[in-house]
C-alpha cells in the first residue's frame, strides 16, 4: 500500500487572515487534494470509475476545470468563455497530464479573477447555476470550497480503489 505523503506548505489558512484570503486558502488547499488524488495515477487507473455512477479520479478532475471556469470565468467575470462541460466523461485523448495541466491553468485564471476582486459582495456578471441567480463573489468562493471538497473526498476513496494510496 502506498502512502502519500502530507504537504507542510498546503495548509488551511491561520487565524489571522482577512475573509478573502481565508477563503481563498481553503479552496486552494481542497483543490490541492483533489490534484494530490491524481497526480502519479495511472491513466488507466485514472480513467477506471469506482462506483457504478462512473465517477473515476480523471473525471472528477475534469469536471472541477469546467466549474473552476464556469463559476468564475464566465459567470462572475462574464469572460466570452466557452460554456463548460460539466459532464466526468472521457474521451480518448484525455491524459491524466493534460487533465491536470488544464485544472491547474483554470485554478491560476480563477485566482487572478479573486485576486482582483476588491468587494466579496460584488455581483456575478452573469446570472448563474440551476436557480440562475446573480452571485457574490463571496457565494462563488464558498460555493467552490464545499464542490471541490465534497469531490476531494470522492477523489480520496476512488485512488484508494485504484492502487491502495492512502494520506494527503
Given at each position: 500500500?502506498?502512502?502519500?505523503q502530507?504537504?507542510?506548505?498546503v ?8 475573509e ?37 479520479v ?16 464566465w459567470?462572475f467575470?462574464?469572460?466570452d ?23 491547474r491553468?483554470?485554478?491560476e485564471?480563477?485566482n487572478?479573477?479573486?485576486e ?7 455581483p ?6 440551476k ?17 471541490t471538497?465534497?469531490h476531494?473526498?470522492?477523489a480520496?476513496?476512488l485512488r ?5 494510496s492512502?494520506g494527503?
Amino acid at each position: 500500500m502506498t502512502v502519500t505523503q502530507r504537504r507542510d506548505d498546503v495548509g488551511p489558512p491561520g487565524t489571522d487572515s482577512g475573509e478573502k484570503s481565508t477563503l481563498l486558502a481553503f479552496l486552494n488547499y481542497v483543490r490541492e487534494a483533489v490534484a494530490t488524488k491524481a497526480q502519479g495515477l495511472e491513466d488507466r487507473h485514472g480513467r477506471t470509475p469506482g462506483v457504478p455512477s462512473g465517477t473515476s479520479v480523471l473525471g472528477l478532475v475534469k469536471h472541477l476545470t469546467a466549474a473552476e471556469l464556469y463559476w468564475f470565468a464566465w459567470a462572475f467575470e462574464g469572460a466570452d468563455v466557452a460554456h463548460p462541460d460539466f459532464s466526468m466523461d472521457l474521451s480518448e485523448g484525455d491524459s491524466a497530464d493534460d487533465l491536470l495541466a488544464a485544472y491547474r491553468d483554470a485554478i491560476e485564471r480563477s485566482n487572478e479573477i479573486i485576486e482582483r476582486c476588491d468587494d466579496m459582495n460584488r455581483p456575478c456578471a452573469r446570472a448563474a447555476g440551476k436557480a440562475g441567480a446573480v452571485r457574490s463573489m463571496r457565494w462563488v468562493l464558498v460555493h467552490m470550497i464545499e464542490e471541490t471538497a465534497r469531490h476531494a473526498g470522492h477523489a480520496d476513496i476512488l485512488r484508494e480503489q485504484a492502487d491502495g494510496s492512502v494520506g494527503r
